[in-house]
């Protein structure tokens, strides 16, 4: 059974910093493609970063380029979000989702695997 469960969400202040963890299981978790999405209240699921399953490629959405890492441990079968200088609009549910890839989609349809989510929360 796969499961992909995520942690280090919370409420920060703008400026602030979190890190995000997903801890995979159940799947081969180095013979996949990562990635984060987010969704904000009342709007679609947003591709947020992804990384590649050589772990040599990284990509991320225009507004977190230079503020969020996306990175993997394969010998722990975790994937990982820093998030730095967060501002309001970073507010929303954060997902890892995983597919079957070499290099990753940023189309949410692509991925086969999803996390259950986890909450973070921006404000003053």
């Known amino acids: 059974q796969v499961q992909l469960v995520e942690s280090g969400g919370g409420s920060v202040q703008p400026g602030g910093s979190l890190r995000l963890s997903c801890a995979a299981s159940g799947l081969s978790f180095s013979d996949r493609a990562w990635a984060w999405f987010r969704q904000a209240p009342g709007k679609e699921r947003e591709f947020v970063a992804a990384i590649s399953r050589s772990d040599k490629s990284t990509y991320y959405t225009d507004s977190v380029k230079g503020r969020f890492t996306i990175s993997r441990d394969n010998a722990k079968n975790t994937l990982y979000l820093q998030m730095n200088s967060l501002k309001f609009e970073d507010t929303g549910v954060y997902y890892c989702?995983?597919?079957?890839?070499?290099?990753?989609?940023?189309?949410?349809?692509?991925?086969?695997?999803w996390g259950q989510g986890t909450q973070v929360t921006v404000s003053s």
């Open positions: 989702a995983s597919e079957y890839a070499v290099v990753p989609n940023v189309g949410k349809a692509d991925y086969d695997y």
